[in-house]
């Protein structure tokens, strides 16, 4: 299994970035896929989850309002849309998948089974 994140740049703030997440997995659609990022020197932190059809979505409170996940399992690509960005979204951004047969979304990095390698972006004021 293989996560290919990418989509990640420079953008001033208020601007916007579309991340995508190629994924290699036979079975995309029984993946829940999730958005995680890191800053410097701050731990990874969850941004964003969707379940296997894209019913249902969760998001940080941080990126409320901003930020949107969505997945397209004929072609086995999770996005995130970022709109109105601030220089404290700066981070390098991670997709991760996690396995669960019952169709669970989990927010908890420990939970997903296999992550990208993350693409950066980053945001000036």
């Known amino acids: 299994v293989q996560l290919q994140a990418f989509g990640g740049g420079l953008v001033q703030a208020g601007g916007s970035l579309r991340l995508s997440c190629a994924a290699s997995?036979?079975?995309?659609?029984?993946?829940?896929m999730g958005w995680f990022r890191q800053a410097p020197g701050k731990e990874r932190e969850f941004v964003a989850a969707i379940s296997w059809s894209g019913g249902s979505t969760y998001v940080a409170d941080s990126v409320k309002g901003r930020f949107t996940i969505s997945r397209d399992n004929a072609v086995n690509t999770v996005y995130l849309q970022m709109n109105g960005l601030k220089p404290e979204d700066t981070a390098v951004y991670y997709c991760?998948?996690?396995?669960?047969?019952?169709?669970?979304?989990?927010?908890?990095?420990?939970?997903?089974?296999?992550w990208g390698q993350g693409t950066l972006v980053t945001v000036s004021s």
């Open positions: 997995i036979r079975t995309f659609s029984r993946y829940t």
């Open positions: 991760a998948a996690d396995y669960d047969p019952n169709g669970v979304v989990t927010t908890l990095l420990d939970d997903h089974d296999y």
